[in-house]
């Protein structure tokens, strides 16, 4: 596999989580891109927010996707919620978009232990019916984007690991 897998969907569906288990049941290499964001600037998403504005943010996922598209192989890469939107997120590798509607994803975050520090870490996160909004502009966007969508409505992230290694991975 030379390819990047590249997991994009809404803050929350479980992205990273995923990822996680992925590399758990199958090894391979894995990034996060908040991650890598969060170490070059060397202060958290929410901080870069308060700070310079979402347009920087979105500045800086397009210079992480150039890298990524030029520089890096092989690699499980889970991404922001927004990271969809670079322009050349084709050329990364093959798209795989975790789907749930609104309410699962609100529910899940809710579920966590630690719910509360979850949704202040998440600037677009902060008001329901905000979020809402957002996750109904995006959908058709994101199913634009994916080479395929992977339903993780009701599953469990071992079974959804398993799916996506059968499917994307080892196919
Ligand atoms: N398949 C799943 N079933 C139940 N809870 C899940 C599942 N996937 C993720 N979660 C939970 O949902 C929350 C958000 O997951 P996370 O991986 O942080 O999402 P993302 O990286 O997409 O923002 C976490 O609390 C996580 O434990
Ligand atoms: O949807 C978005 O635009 C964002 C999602 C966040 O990542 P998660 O999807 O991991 O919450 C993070 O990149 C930033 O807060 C912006």
Redesign the pocket.
């Known amino acids: 596999m030379a390819k990047n897998i590249i997991l994009i969907?809404f803050?929350?569906?479980?992205?990273?989580?995923?990822a996680r288990e992925i590399v758990k049941q199958h090894p391979m290499v894995a990034l996060d891109t908040d991650d890598v964001i969060e170490s070059m600037e060397n202060r958290k998403i929410k901080k870069i927010f308060e700070e310079e504005g979402e347009a920087y943010f979105r500045a800086i996922e397009q210079h992480v996707a150039e890298w990524l598209e030029s520089d890096v192989r092989n690699t499980l890469i889970?991404t922001g919620?927004g990271f969809f939107k670079v322009k050349n997120l084709k050329k990364i590798g093959t798209v795989v978009l975790l789907h749930a509607d609104f309410d699962t994803i609100h529910r899940?975050?809710l579920a966590?232990p630690n719910a509360e520090k979850?949704l202040k870490k998440r600037p677009l996160f902060q008001d329901e019916a905000r979020a809402r909004a957002l996750y109904d502009e995006r959908e058709k966007h994101y199913m634009k984007a994916a080479d395929i969508v992977i339903d993780?409505e009701g599953?469990?992230?071992e079974k959804?690991a398993k799916e996506i290694i059968k499917k994307v991975i080892r196919k």
């Open positions: 969907g803050m929350g569906v479980g992205k990273g989580s995923i889970s919620g899940r975050i966590h979850k993780v599953k469990s992230p959804i």
